[in-house]
């Protein structure tokens, strides 16, 4: 049997540490770090999101800026709103809330934000710099991934890992992290052939697919490490639903040595990540630390 990665408890400490070097910054440089959050329209989900990293903001001591718009808010409007945050020295992180409406074009908004900004790690720049090799922001659920796995595994060099999915946001950077950590990377994706007998070769299998209890006990390879990304929301009878990962965690558990539950698991480790981005770019802004 498997042991479950707490991602919830790991996140709480992080926050924690995250609250005590907001305090020390505030001490340093006379204000309090800044994440300006903009939502655009009325998605219920996103608005949900948004209120808990307002709330996250708050408790960490961090100042919290919240812009809401509506739906049928013009591109140029959010474009010059992102230009006056990028301005505002108060604002450290800028980060916009996915999705955003059909009429705006989205790559545009983000390639707005100043990389320096990007607590979000979406913008092209973002991406470069973590390609390269260079500092910059990394996207939070990739980094909380990294976070729980050098955790767990200490170093990670020389073990292999596979990373099902190549998003923008989780698949891609996960890849680069753990490249940067001298595993041996392969990324799958849906027209990988044979995927279970490429996830058996792993020692480190991330799943970010999106596709409720995919990846079986069977594909894994004994003792192997489990970080299960994907947030599938299923039928539990008598009308209810209940929230299940990408990983089948009852089978992988027999199986792996450790396993990343849904919920508590990665999802957790996003907000305590996009806290500590924002922490980050407000040392680096004013060069403390
Ligand atoms: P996405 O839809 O952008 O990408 C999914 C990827 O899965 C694609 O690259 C695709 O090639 C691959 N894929 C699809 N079907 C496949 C198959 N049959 N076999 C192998 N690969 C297949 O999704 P995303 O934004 O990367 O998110 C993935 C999952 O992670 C979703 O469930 C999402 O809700 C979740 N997520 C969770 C967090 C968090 O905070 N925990 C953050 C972001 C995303």
Known sequence: MGDIIDGKAFAARLRGEVADGVAAFRAAAGRAPG????????????AVYVRSKHKACVAAGMESFEHRLPADTPEAELLALIEQLN?????????????????????????????DKDVDGFTIGSAGRLATGQEGFVACTPLGCLMLLKDRLGDLSGKS????????????????????????????????QDLPAVVRGADIVVAAVGRPEMVRG????????????????????????KLV???????????????????GGVGPMTIACLLHNTLEAAKRREKIG
């Open 35 to 46: 994440l300006a959050v903009v939502l655009v329209g009325e998605d219920p989900a996103s």
């Open 87 to 115: 301005a505002d020295p108060a604002v450290d992180g800028i980060l916009v809330q996915l999705p955003l409406p059909k009429h705006i074009d989205e790559m545009k908004v983000i390639e707005t934000i100043d990389p």
């Open 161 to 192: 890992a596979v990373i099902i999915g190549r998003s923008n946001i989780v698949g891609k950077p996960m890849a680069l992290l753990l490249l940067r950590e001298s595993c041996t990377v392969t990324i799958a994706h849906s027209r990988t």
């Open 218 to 241: 069977d594909w894994l390879k004994p003792g192997a490490t489990v970080i299960d990304v994907g947030i599938n929301r299923v039928p539990a009878g008598d009308d209810k639903t």
């Open 245 to 263: 990962g990408d990983v089948d965690f009852a089978e992988a558990m027999d199986v792996a040595s450790a396993v990343t539950p849904v919920p």
